[in-house]
């Protein structure tokens, strides 16, 4: 066993049994369900648009050279520094060397998963630099020096009063149970931050080939005032976010706020085609742009499951994931949680490691309809099963298989076989789910069903 | 010139990425031999816009489809028959709000209807102090577009007073005409290629509603960041 796997074992036995986790995550996503149906329910049709948003990633990712040569191209010629970095070691180079050179002390940040995927903040912070994160969730999760627990919702972990709890420690506020004075602690102190530092690092949702722009999506404003205020920008993005044209962020920015929030639009979609533009009175006087391939590569090289680059990470399949639900964000020990993060992790942090992700699935397929740009997320888990079983084979399983194999295929063993569990069943109740208990996996959590007393076969004969 | 090294990073991601796409996936809905649902001709968005949110094709229809977007936002939405309604508007809000000073930018709406107010005015055109613009009660601007599929408004860097006026004043007010608004997304974004070409401002941000949180336990709170309040004043 490998390590990912135990930590994996045991925290999904602790967060499974935690009702506070269970109350907070179902009332939470109760919510989002609710929500998220009356707006697609708003749609023409939920899912022609759906199909259409697949075709379009499709397009892009199939050609993906041609449009993220043109991207970078386009926003080369408005004065944006385009940096391409094949691994994170790289990505957080360019980054640091790019703070380096500025002379900067302080940065702010909004939300970006690619950034936790490099291990970013790590980097900067080791290197002697203060990094706010800006996003509330993410703001609340880095004071707790902890992960996002979900890649849409940060903190949907805690409490009002675990977060007042860790105000009152960190920022030195004074207690409440209200969220809307809550938010106004945190809004406080991160007004301060954005006027005083030397540059912003965001993500971004979109990268838009035709005109050369990414594009933010938010709720907060805090994406707009991380591009608006400190001198520099650096935009961190993976190379899978290409779409090709700008008119078809009018089928992608409803999709991902109905999927990803149950809202009809997010609060701000801002697409920034580069740094101040002659005539404009504010914004940064330099844009850097950095592409992440990370391993990307791998995963398009495997044309069966290239699709799961189509994610645009709205994380409806973590929503009605029933095993993301019971374990929880954390358990999985991943930046990418949830079916889509069991999908795509093992080809982004190898597959032997993290198979066990691919087994944590009732391959129930509620991933799969949920999905707004229509990955084959529950098929795909099997494939990287089969994957797994093909790269490293279980000696034990096959000789499991073997001997199942050989005995059913001789009946007069099946028959003796038969006789003997039957004789030996009543006797099983004494060593269920314990140690001595020869099918403990099994029956340690289940009921073992009780063998006929006459099989099939018998009581054909007796009836005749 | 600067000698390059033999092989560039972008040259060895574009490279990977070549490589990997010799080999063709199926198309969506085709996984295990199924045929698609139907073939598109074109790009999936020029057919797409039925499926989507509904727009309204009069201008009355999107009116009110701004305003059930807006109720349901928590943008405050006005729509007067004159400039001079407009400007009560504003004077009202102004009172309501106790606001000592404002922030715009130079514009064929905001100019005037800033003026009037007769409170001190901040116009950010050719650079201002951030300090000075984050102690203003509102940030005045102008906009392209209202999109009555989303209850969003369309604002850039070039024309509504930069990045900073739409999101840092605790009280963001759009000041509109009729002409301005489009059906749906699909027409925001053809108005904006049509107006720029290729000449586009750094930056474009649709705003659907004053700045919100869910963070906390899903709790919708407003002003997390920008705005407070939203206003959008259109005659």
């Not at chain 1, 038969?418 to 140690?435: C, D, I, T």
């Not at chain 2, 977007?69 to 004077?91: G, M, N, P, R, Y």
Request: glycine share 8%; with cysteine.
């Amino acid at each position: 066993m490998t390590a990912p796997v135990q930590d994996f074992l045991v925290q999904a036995r602790i967060v499974a049994r935690d009702l506070r986790h269970r109350g907070l995550i179902q009332r939470a996503l109760g919510k989002y369900e609710v929500a998220r149906d009356r707006k697609q329910a708003a749609f023409g049709s939920w899912q022609s648009a759906r199909q259409a948003a697949a075709e379009t990633k499709w397009d892009a990712i199939n050609h993906l050279d041609q449009y993220l040569d043109q991207f970078a191209q386009r926003l080369e010629a408005r004065g944006t520094k385009v940096h391409w970095a094949s691994n994170g070691a790289q990505a957080r180079e360019i980054i640091l060397g790019i703070i380096k050179s500025k002379g900067a002390k302080s940065i702010i940040k909004s939300k970006a998963m690619t950034a936790e995927e490099i291990h970013l903040n790590d980097a900067m912070e080791q290197a002697g630099y203060e990094v706010v994160e800006s996003d509330l969730g993410e703001f609340i999760v880095q004071l707790r020096h902890e992960p996002p627990y979900h890649i849409v919702f940060p903190a949907m972990h805690l409490t009002r009063d675990e977060i007042s709890d860790l105000f009152q420690r960190k920022l030195g506020s004074a207690p409440t149970n209200e969220p809307e004075e809550l938010t106004m602690i945190a809004r406080r102190a991160l007004r301060e931050k954005y006027l005083t530092a030397d540059i912003g690092i965001t993500g971004a949702n979109f990268a838009i080939a035709e005109t050369g722009m990414i594009s933010i999506t938010e709720n907060e404003g805090n994406a707009r005032l991380t591009a608006a205020l400190p001198k520099t920008m650096i935009t961190l993005l993976g190379i899978e976010k290409v779409l090709p044209e700008l008119a078809d962020l009018a089928l992608f920015l409803p999709m991902l706020a109905t999927a990803g929030a149950g809202q009809t639009m997010t609060g701000y979609n801002t697409m920034y085609g580069g740094p101040r533009q002659p005539g404009e009175c504010d914004g940064p006087k330099e844009f850097h742009v950095v592409l992440l391939d990370n391993r990307r590569t791998e995963l398009l090289a495997d044309p069966e499951q290239r699709d799961a680059l189509h994610c645009i990470r709205c994380g409806a399949c973590l929503n009605v994931c029933p095993i993301f639900r019971n374990v929880g964000g954390h358990t999985y020990g991943t930046t990418y949680s949830g079916p889509v993060g069991s999908v795509i992790t093992p080809h982004l942090r190898g597959l032997q490691d993290w198979k066990h992700l691919s087994a944590s699935s009732s391959l129930c397929g509620a991933c799969t309809e949920a999905c707004p740009v229509k990955i084959d997320l529950h098929h795909h888990l099997l494939h990287n099963r089969r994957n797994a079983a093909t790269g490293k084979p279980s000696v034990l399983e096959r000789l499991a298989y073997h001997a199942f194999a050989f005995v059913a295929n001789r009946p007069a063993l099946w028959l003796f076989g038969k006789e003997v569990a039957r004789l030996f069943q009543p006797l099983h109740v004494f060593v269920k789910g314990s140690y001595l208990d020869p099918a403990r996996p099994w029956t340690a959590t289940r009921d073992t069903p009780e063998m006929a007393p006459e099989s099939f076969k018998e009581w054909w004969r007796n009836r005749r | 010139m600067v000698e390059e090294p033999p092989m560039t990073e972008r040259e060895k991601i574009l490279g990977r990425i070549r490589e990997a796409l010799t080999v063709d996936a199926p198309h969506p809905g085709t996984h295990g031999g199924h045929e698609p649902a139907f073939h598109f001709k074109g790009r999936p968005v020029q057919v797409a816009q039925p499926w989507l949110p509904p727009d309204g094709s009069t201008l009355e229809e999107q009116v009110a489809r701004f305003r059930t977007a807006s109720t349901e936002l928590k943008t405050d939405f006005h729509f007067v028959e004159s400039a001079e309604a407009a400007a009560a508007v504003l004077a009202r809000i102004r009172d309501a709000g106790h606001w000592r000073r404002v922030a715009t930018h130079n514009g064929e709406l905001t100019t005037t209807a800033t003026a009037a107010l007769g409170l001190p005015v901040l116009t950010v055109d050719g650079g201002y102090d951030v300090n000075a613009l984050e102690a203003c009660d509102a940030g005045i601007t102008e906009c392209d577009a209202l999109v009555a599929q989303t209850g969003s408004v369309v604002v850039n860097s070039r024309n509504a007073g930069g990045r900073a006026l739409s999101v840092l004043p605790p009280h963001h007010v759009v000041l509109a005409r009729r002409e301005q608004m489009v059906g749906d997304l699909t027409a925001a974004f053809a108005l904006i290629k049509q107006r720029y070409g290729a000449d586009y401002p750094s930056m474009i941000s649709f705003i659907t509603g004053p700045s919100r949180t869910g963070d906390i336990e899903r709790i919708l709170v407003l002003g997390a960041h920008g705005p407070k309040q939203l206003t959008v004043i259109c005659h």
